[in-house]
């Protein structure tokens, strides 16, 4: 056990006198009594900056991501940092891993601040902890965002500690040691590695203790381009998604689904039959469907294409997408007399889309009577926790959530239902199960992108923008994931006001980066029938694309080139800054064949910004080239992307975060949506769902980091989406002289023989080898 030092801790040292003591502001933390060396974070909130002249942009004074680190806050001293005796660096991260590459961050963020090699530090999924309050929620491009300085502090709090193991024991000060690569050194030829310290360094009890952090300018990992931690282990299969995971006895289970949306089980003609089919182990009713359990997938599939189930209507029976287009355009709140100025206007509709992640929606649950165990990615793991012990009976404490790492979210592991099947099926059969959803299941069932309209509003006079109104009118967005639960949490503190949990999260999401004089935006949602999620960057996509289409048309009607125009309205100098950065880099304004065109668009968000330039063509022959079973449509030939998230813990990685925003702008612009057709989506699999191909990809990319603006991370796992979808959008209506108002543009063509919907579960292909070139 060690005591405080002697030294006044906020002095520098001497030169050459040892490791630096950083600087003069100091954070708290915990040296935890453990057996080896622990430590964490205790933090307290900081006063919220205040403006020399007070903004009208409720952002510019609290956001979504300040309000979900107010929300963790409080827990942050729950969060441990391990220093292990071989040396190694443990800690159990409270997020969820789904590709982002916040595992790789995080431990960039510790070897940062504890000065060892990345390749020592282990990051896993921390399981379920109810202790943690809001503060193992991942969504909202929060991660970084918020655990920035808690991590930071116990990494620091575990440095410090082993300095002074080090100098108690060879009767030295701190200051005559050194540091390099996890081995502390002193005078002499001393040398001990972090393993060898960790037990002399832990406590025998809970202490607090200061710390200051390493300063920005002595950085040597975080802001330099990182290959992620777990690539070796992803492309040699090594990788454990929860499908590989062996829990004893937990054999395939799927289930049959209903024609339409969210209908119910009426009855089951050969429940008996099909559990003497070859394989089958059981066959039980549940709230979703009729569960079936077998020896392999292929049996399960066997299975459910063999029930005779009738159907009870579900809760958008009869609906489609022009009765859907009905309802939003009559709960559309009004934009107000039109005013005596100038002015341009214009009403967007943006269709469903799918919010289904490339891993197949799955979990793994083992139910007793007493107790249960579920495996399964889940970026809200209390709240699933909770759900499920209640829907079992069970304490909380009985209910082990495991999480584990998955293969694409976009906002769809927000939600739990594939671990309440399992553990639904698990109790009613006694047995552990392996659940796993077919495509067809999540193209049909699973969670949607809502269906809406965007109304815009601009008034000018002269070179003057007056004002700008949007009302944003969706199918109602499902927050029941643990979001609302934050917002009901810190309602008073909050300055939007006595509004619902969605208003709130559209105000606390949604800027103007613009001077366009008196602003408002408001939401306004109907038909809570769909199953609805947080699809990536939720809102924003919708919203900026309309408002940069409709930006196009008023710089249009003031004989302002559009990039000229932005940048002259701009109000904040890094917005700016992107923008001149992507009209440089992609050389704004050059000249282009009839037919293509250059799009440019912007957006602010996340305590970041973002500009994207896309070139698109247009001409016929680009547009007709045949694609089999697919509309192949207009293809952006070039993007440009320029970020500023402030400080880049890992460029590389926020490079590949741009990348794939990107591509989901592409696809929101020109070619992904659901086609809603009497109760029921008409795609089934990624096959006839038109997210971005390789054949519409752009054949020129560039993301450009821009230098740290802030000197700390901002948001960055959604930033790009909605200015993608803009810049394509607007390159469009440049290349074809008429502005999309109808989103995807490809929507109206429907390219593929839809599936039918009993069996549930389409029949495999078998005519593979057919297409191969």
Same mark, same amino acid.
């Not at 002193?186 to 202490?207: D, H, N, V």
């Not at 699933?384 to 829907?391: K, N, R, T």
């Given at each position: 056990?060690?005591?405080?030092?002697?030294?006044?801790?906020?002095?520098?040292?001497?030169?050459?006198?040892?490791?630096?003591?950083?600087?003069?502001?100091?954070?708290?933390?915990?040296?935890?009594?453990?057996?080896?060396?622990?430590?964490?974070?205790?933090?307290?909130?900081?006063?919220?900056?205040?403006?020399?002249?007070?903004?009208?942009?409720?952002?510019?004074?609290?956001?979504?991501?300040?309000?979900?680190?107010?929300?963790?806050?409080?827990?942050?001293?729950?969060?441990?940092?391990?220093?292990?005796?071989?040396?190694?660096?443990?800690?159990?991260?409270?997020?969820?891993?789904?590709?982002?590459?916040?595992?790789?961050?995080?431990?960039?963020?510790?070897?940062?601040?504890?000065?060892?090699?990345?390749?020592?530090?282990?990051?896993?999924?921390?399981?379920?902890?109810?202790?943690?309050?809001?503060?193992?929620?991942?969504?909202?491009?929060?991660?970084?965002?918020?655990?920035?300085?808690?991590?930071?502090?116990?990494?620091?709090?575990?440095?410090?500690?082993?300095?002074?193991?080090?100098?108690?024991?060879?009767?030295?000060?701190?200051?005559?040691?050194?540091?390099?690569?996890?081995?502390?050194?002193?005078?002499?030829?001393?040398?001990?590695?972090?393993?060898?310290?960790?037990?002399?360094?832990?406590? !025998?009890?809970?202490?607090?203790?200061?710390?200051?952090?390493?300063?920005?300018?002595?950085?040597?990992?975080?802001?330099?381009?990182?290959?992620?931690?777990?690539?070796?282990?992803?492309?040699?299969?090594?990788?454990?998604?929860?499908?590989?995971?062996?829990?004893?006895?937990?054999?395939?289970?799927?289930?049959?689904?209903?024609?339409?949306?969210?209908?119910?089980?009426?009855?089951?003609?050969?429940?008996?039959?099909?559990?003497?089919?070859?394989?089958?182990?059981?066959?039980?009713?549940?709230?979703?469907?009729?569960?079936?359990?077998?020896?392999?997938?292929?049996?399960?599939?066997?299975?459910?294409?063999?029930?005779?189930?009738?159907?009870?209507?579900?809760?958008?029976?009869?609906?489609?997408?022009?009765?859907?287009?009905?309802?939003?355009?009559?709960?559309?709140?009004?934009?107000?007399?039109?005013?005596?100025?100038?002015?341009?206007?214009?009403?967007?509709?943006?269709?469903?889309?799918?919010?289904?992640?490339?891993?197949?929606?799955?979990?793994?649950?083992?139910?007793?009577?007493?107790?249960?165990?579920?495996?399964?990615?889940?970026?809200?793991?209390?709240?699933?926790?909770?759900?499920?012990?209640?829907?079992?009976?069970?304490?909380?404490?009985?209910?082990?959530?495991?999480?584990?790492?998955?293969?694409?979210?976009?906002?769809?592991?927000?939600?739990?239902?594939?671990?309440?099947?399992?553990?639904?099926?698990?109790?009613?059969?006694?047995?552990?199960?392996?659940?796993?959803?077919?495509?067809?299941?999540?193209?049909?069932?699973?969670?949607?992108?809502?269906?809406?309209?965007?109304?815009?509003?601009?008034?000018?006079?002269?070179?003057?923008?007056?004002?700008?109104?949007?009302?944003?009118?969706?199918?109602?967005?499902?927050?029941?994931?643990?979001?609302?639960?934050?917002?009901?949490?810190?309602?008073?503190?909050?300055?939007?006001?006595?509004?619902?949990?969605?208003?709130?999260?559209?105000?606390?999401?949604?800027?103007?980066?613009?001077?366009?004089?008196?602003?408002?935006?408001?939401?306004?949602?109907?038909?809570?029938?769909?199953?609805?999620?947080?699809?990536?960057?939720?809102?924003?996509?919708?919203?900026?694309? !309309?408002?940069?289409?409709?930006?196009?048309?008023?710089?249009?009607?003031?004989?302002?080139?559009?990039?000229?125009?932005?940048?002259?309205?701009?109000?904040?100098?890094?917005?700016?800054?992107?923008?001149?950065?992507?009209?440089?880099?992609?050389?704004?304004?050059?000249?282009?064949?009839?037919?293509?065109?250059?799009?440019?668009?912007?957006?602010?968000?996340?305590?970041?910004?973002?500009?994207?330039?896309?070139?698109?063509?247009?001409?016929?022959?680009?547009?007709?080239?045949?694609?089999?079973?697919?509309?192949?449509?207009?293809?952006?030939?070039?993007?440009?992307?320029?970020?500023?998230?402030?400080?880049?813990?890992?460029?590389?990685?926020?490079?590949?975060?741009?990348?794939?925003?990107?591509?989901?702008?592409?696809?929101?612009?020109?070619?992904?949506?659901?086609?809603?057709?009497?109760?029921?989506?008409?795609?089934?699999?990624?096959?006839?769902?038109?997210?971005?191909?390789?054949?519409?990809?752009?054949?020129?990319?560039?993301?450009?980091?821009?230098?740290?603006?802030?000197?700390?991370?901002?948001?960055?796992?959604?930033?790009?989406?909605?200015?993608?979808?803009?810049?394509?959008?607007?390159?469009?209506?440049?290349?074809?002289?008429?502005?999309?108002?109808?989103?995807?543009?490809?929507?109206?063509?429907?390219?593929?023989?839809?599936?039918?919907?009993?069996?549930?579960?389409?029949?495999?292909?078998?005519?593979?080898?057919?297409?191969?070139?």
């Amino acid at each position: 056990m060690t005591t405080p030092r002697d030294e006044d801790p906020t002095q520098p040292p001497s030169p050459g006198s040892g490791p630096p003591l950083w600087g003069r502001r100091r954070f708290l933390g915990y040296v935890l009594a453990a057996p080896t060396l622990t430590t964490a974070a205790q933090l307290v909130p900081a006063a919220p900056a205040r403006a020399a002249v007070p903004s009208p942009e409720i952002t510019e004074l609290v956001d979504l991501n300040d309000v979900m680190t107010a929300a963790a806050l409080p827990t942050s001293g729950l969060i441990t940092v391990e220093v292990r005796p071989d040396g190694t660096v443990s800690f159990a991260l409270p997020r969820t891993e789904v590709g982002q590459g916040i595992t790789t961050s995080t431990a960039m963020l510790i070897a940062e601040e504890l000065g060892v090699p990345l390749r020592r530090v282990h990051i896993t999924l921390a399981d379920a902890r109810p202790e943690l309050l809001f503060n193992q929620l991942t969504g909202g491009s929060n991660t970084t965002f918020s655990t920035y300085t808690p991590i930071r502090t116990a990494a620091a709090v575990a440095r410090e500690r082993l300095l002074g193991a080090a100098a108690d024991e060879w009767g030295l000060t701190v200051p005559e040691l050194g540091w390099k690569a996890g081995v502390v050194t002193g005078p002499g030829g001393r040398s001990a590695g972090i393993g060898e310290l960790s037990q002399k360094a832990a406590a !025998a009890r809970t202490q607090r203790v200061s710390v200051a952090l390493k300063p920005r300018d002595m950085f040597t990992v975080v802001g330099t381009p990182q290959g992620r931690v777990d690539a070796h282990a992803a492309v040699t299969g090594r990788k454990k998604f929860t499908m590989d995971l062996n829990v004893p006895d937990a054999l395939p289970t799927m289930v049959c689904r209903p024609p339409t949306i969210n209908g119910k089980v009426g009855s089951v003609a050969n429940l008996a039959e099909v559990r003497t089919l070859p394989g089958v182990t059981d066959v039980v009713v549940i709230p979703t469907g009729v569960a079936v359990r077998a020896a392999t997938f292929g049996r399960c599939i066997d299975a459910v294409r063999a029930l005779r189930v009738s159907w009870r209507p579900g809760s958008a029976e009869g609906k489609s997408d022009a009765s859907v287009l009905e309802e939003l355009r009559a709960a559309e709140p009004p934009l107000g007399l039109p005013p005596v100025t100038p002015h341009v206007e214009e009403r967007f509709t943006f269709h469903f889309r799918s919010n289904s992640a490339l891993e197949p929606n799955c979990a793994v649950a083992d139910v007793r009577a007493d107790r249960a165990e579920v495996w399964s990615s889940l970026k809200a793991p209390v709240v699933a926790q909770e759900a499920i012990a209640a829907e079992l009976g069970l304490p909380l404490a009985a209910v082990k959530v495991h999480v584990t790492e998955g293969g694409g979210s976009f906002g769809r592991k927000l939600f739990f239902d594939a671990a309440l099947e399992a553990v639904r099926v698990s109790r009613l059969i006694g047995k552990p199960v392996k659940l796993m959803w077919h495509r067809a299941d999540d193209a049909r069932q699973g969670r949607t992108h809502p269906m809406a309209t965007s109304r815009v509003r601009i008034d000018y006079l002269g070179g003057t923008v007056l004002g700008y109104r949007q009302r944003h009118t969706s199918v109602a967005t499902d927050l029941g994931h643990g979001l609302g639960e934050i917002f009901t949490a810190l309602a008073a503190r909050l300055p939007v006001g006595d509004i619902g949990f969605a208003q709130t999260f559209f105000q606390l999401s949604q800027s103007m980066p613009y001077d366009f004089g008196a602003n408002s935006r408001l939401l306004s949602e109907t038909d809570r029938g769909f199953n609805t999620g947080s699809m990536r960057n939720v809102y924003s996509p919708d919203v900026t694309c !309309a408002r940069e289409l409709l930006v196009d048309r008023l710089a249009a009607r003031m004989g302002k080139d559009p990039y000229r125009f932005r940048h002259d309205f701009l109000r904040d100098d890094r917005a700016r800054a992107v923008l001149d950065k992507a009209a440089e880099a992609g050389n704004w304004g050059r000249s282009m064949p009839a037919g293509t065109a250059q799009g440019i668009a912007l957006h602010t968000e996340y305590h970041s910004a973002v500009a994207v330039l896309a070139e698109i063509d247009c001409r016929p022959e680009t547009v007709g080239r045949p694609v089999r079973d697919g509309v192949a449509g207009p293809r952006v030939t070039k993007a440009v992307v320029a970020v500023d998230v402030g400080l880049a813990v890992n460029p590389r990685g926020l490079q590949a975060q741009m990348t794939g925003c990107l591509m989901d702008g592409i696809a929101l612009a020109l070619t992904s949506s659901l086609h809603l057709d009497d109760g029921h989506f008409l795609e089934a699999s990624w096959d006839n769902y038109f997210y971005t191909r390789q054949w519409n990809t752009p054949r020129e990319l560039e993301i450009v980091v821009m230098p740290d603006s802030t000197g700390k991370p901002g948001g960055a796992g959604e930033l790009g989406v909605a200015a993608s979808m803009a810049a394509v959008a607007c390159a469009y209506g440049r290349a074809t002289g008429t502005m999309p108002t109808v989103f995807p543009v490809n929507h109206g063509t429907l390219s593929f023989s839809p599936k039918p919907t009993v069996p549930p579960v389409p029949a495999s292909p078998t005519d593979g080898l057919d297409h191969v070139r």
